[in-house]
């Protein structure tokens, strides 16, 4: 199994530029929740979906993010236009339904850096 | 918003000690509580508690978990440089998880 993919692995862009970030889900799982991690505040659920739909998106912090999910085997998260403080590692992780618990599993992240 | 709190938040050990992570929670909605490792890149899954009592062992690692009190504690004996990382808890509403701040362990060989 190839675990939860993200990509890029990291990017560098300018302020204002339109930033857009890409997951593929473990196959077969039904969740998909998209995480950004900065040292002040931690790991932060941003939004996630279920069987493509989203369900909770009040972790997106402004107008500015959105994510769509038009299969099961895909998700972007896209910033336009990007700020310097919207700089972080953003991960994508994705779960599913065993013995009546979620487990979720991480992918490698995306590191942003906005200048 | 569920709240989970972790503690030391950084501690310094030597190889062949023994340290004790914290995490407490606030018994809204609980399902089941999980501990990640995270070192340099994604975290990684080590545990998932849903029952008090009852120990999770994998290796040196091991978890338990107090639902009348409300905390969970991780315990890695014999500590090795490896073990260096943030540990993190988190605690579920069904599917989703809320995160603590992390417990940075750091072994000194």
């Known amino acids: 199994d190839a675990g939860v993919i993200q990509s890029p692995r990291h990017e560098v862009t300018e302020m204002g530029q339109e930033v857009t970030l890409r997951c593929k889900p473990i196959?077969?799982?039904?969740?998909l929740f998209w995480y950004r991690q900065t040292m002040m505040r931690g790991l932060e659920l941003l939004i996630y979906f279920n069987n493509n739909v989203p369900i909770d998106d009040s972790g997106m912090p402004e107008d500015r993010f959105s994510a769509k999910m038009p299969n099961a085997s895909f998700s972007t998260l896209k910033i336009q236009p990007s700020e310097p403080r919207d700089s972080a590692v953003y991960f994508c992780a994705s779960s599913l339904l065993t013995g009546g618990y979620y487990t979720q599993y991480f992918g490698p992240g995306t590191r942003l850096t906005v200048l | 918003e569920d709240k989970v709190v972790q503690s030391p938040l950084s501690l310094v050990v030597h190889e062949g000690d023994t340290v004790t992570l914290n995490c407490s929670y606030e018994v809204t909605n609980f399902r089941s509580l999980l501990w990640y490792k995270q070192e340099k890149k994604a975290p990684t899954f080590l545990f998932m508690l849903t029952s008090s009592g009852i120990e999770k062992k994998s290796g040196r690692l091991s978890s338990i978990l107090d639902k009348k009190e409300l905390f969970s504690i991780l315990n890695i004996t014999a500590t090795q440089t490896g073990d260096s990382a943030i540990y993190l808890c988190a605690k579920t509403n069904d599917y989703k998880l809320s995160f603590g701040a992390g417990t940075t362990v750091t072994v000194r060989a």
């Open positions: 196959s077969g799982h039904d969740y």
